[in-house]
């Protein structure tokens, strides 16, 4: 088991915040207290861990130790044979998709800080509503400054309402493209904003990635129903597990 300090969330959330790896079957609740309350001393802090679905014995032991489950993240890959539907007009009212430029920042921003209701962060209520939007509008606007290696807009009438970051993982065995990121402005959802900036991510990169990737929560079920519809598959499913130390102790 490994714990690492995630220093970019750290400064998200206002608190000392870290990755728990590796918990495996076994490893002792016990243990992993100790680990937990050694990082956060006396203060407060975060930790976060991920779980295949399929390891039920290092899930008991991760909620023995203090972990509590609030999400299951389902990823997806495109499969090319599936026959997806797209969009990218919205009966009379025209929508545009294009890459970002940096003067669309401070929108993708705005958009990111108050769309989101399904991220494991606005799922779990010891962070509060405030912070998790906080995460989301820095997550977004890291995305626009570099991190991503592209950002997509969709804009309707001179004003941008919705954007999708991708991010390129290369390994020697293949190279992902992965939607790191989507958002659509509260009051344009449901409206095929969100397909129109996937499709666009399925056609540009289709041709330059091996693998089309994307990640979304269970309890987002419109997401999941998305991604299913223009070609995306079930791949992989994991618990994701947070624990919160509070005054040198794990809040229950």
């Given at each position: 088991m490994r714990v690492e300090k995630d220093e970019w969330l750290s400064n998200a959330l206002g608190m000392s915040s870290?990755?728990?790896?590796?918990?495996?079957a076994g490893t002792s609740p016990a243990e992993i207290r100790t680990s937990l309350l050694d990082r956060a001393g006396h203060g407060t802090a975060f930790f976060s861990a991920k779980i295949p679905t399929r390891d039920a014995s290092a899930m008991t032991i991760a909620t023995r130790a203090g972990f509590f489950v609030v999400d299951v993240n389902v990823t997806f890959n495109w499969d090319k044979t599936a026959n997806g539907v797209f969009g990218n007009s919205l009966g009379g009212n025209k929508m545009t998709i294009e890459t970002a430029s940096r003067d669309d920042t401070l929108a993708i921003e705005e958009?990111?800080?108050?769309?989101?209701?399904?991220?494991?962060?606005?799922?779990?209520?010891a962070i509060g509503l405030d912070r998790a939007n906080e995460v989301k509008r820095q997550w977004a606007r890291n995305a626009c400054v570099g991190r991503a290696?592209?950002?997509?807009?969709?804009?309707?009438?001179?004003?941008?309402?919705g954007f999708l970051a991708v991010l390129e993982n290369k390994s020697s065995e293949r190279e992902d493209a992965i939607i790191d990121l989507v958002g659509v402005d509260a009051a344009h959802q449901g409206r095929g904003v969100g397909r129109a900036l996937s499709g666009m991510f399925v056609e540009q990169w289709q041709g330059r990635a091996d693998r089309l990737r994307v990640g979304t929560q269970i309890s987002n079920i419109p997401a999941m129903r998305l991604y299913e519809s223009i070609g995306f598959r079930v791949a992989e499913t994991s618990y994701v597990l947070h624990a919160h130390v509070k005054n040198g102790a794990l809040a229950t």
């Open positions: 870290w990755k728990v790896l590796g918990m495996e958009i990111a800080g108050n769309c989101f209701t399904f991220s494991r962060f606005h799922l779990d209520p290696s592209i950002v997509y807009v969709a804009r309707q009438q001179g004003h941008v309402t």
